[in-house]
């Protein structure tokens, strides 16, 4: 029965993982991604993935500490850092083996996507943690992360697409006008 709850709450995290990659605003983002953290969190725990747990767990504080990037004490460099040498040294305490640098490498990557204000640079950051969180996912049989490493990459890749590569037809239709307007 845990096995079953624990696979519940991973594919809850996994909702609310895919619906953070289409947030248009970083802080929507943010808290997207604390909820489904904190449902990892104890999915992961009742699955014995120890090390994804920890790092989760630091994901809740981290995206917490991030949102408040419009305060002063929020936006202090020294986070950044701070979040850094946590998640190696939560990665180091909840070592599992050489597959916990999988999820280490993710949370490191993340931190460093998450930290930044530039959403453009944030989608593509993006686009690396899925594919080593994978394998950790399929080795510890974690049905909602496997299925949120598969549609936070193509969701980031649809983000990518939305936010960053399509052009909207309003700034074509003000080209249009601005290229007649100099005829």
């Avoid at 305490?93 to 944030?122: C, D, H, Q, R």
Wanted: charged share 15%; net charge positive; with cysteine.
């Amino acid at each position: 029965m845990d096995g079953l709850i624990a696979q519940i709450l991973g594919i809850l995290a996994l909702l609310f993982m895919v619906l953070s990659y289409q947030q248009k605003v970083r802080v929507g983002l943010l808290r997207m991604q604390m909820l489904s953290n904190a449902l990892f969190v104890i999915s992961y725990f009742m699955l014995g993935a120890v090390s994804m747990a920890v790092m989760c767990f630091i994901n809740v504080i981290r995206s917490y500490i991030f949102s408040k990037h419009d305060t002063k004490w929020g936006k202090s460099p020294v986070w950044l850092w701070v979040f850094l040498a946590v998640s190696l040294g939560g990665g180091i305490l909840s070592w599992e083996g050489p597959i916990s640098l999988l999820v280490i490498v993710a949370t490191l990557i993340l931190t460093v996507a998450l930290y930044s204000t530039n959403l453009k640079f944030m989608r593509m950051m993006f686009l690396f943690p899925p594919l080593f969180y994978i394998t950790y996912n399929v080795l510890n049989k974690s049905i909602g992360g496997i299925g949120s490493d598969i549609f936070c990459l193509v969701s980031a890749i649809i983000a990518i697409w939305r936010f960053d590569m399509r052009k909207p037809k309003n700034d074509e239709k003000k080209q249009e006008v601005l290229i007649r307007e100099t005829e």
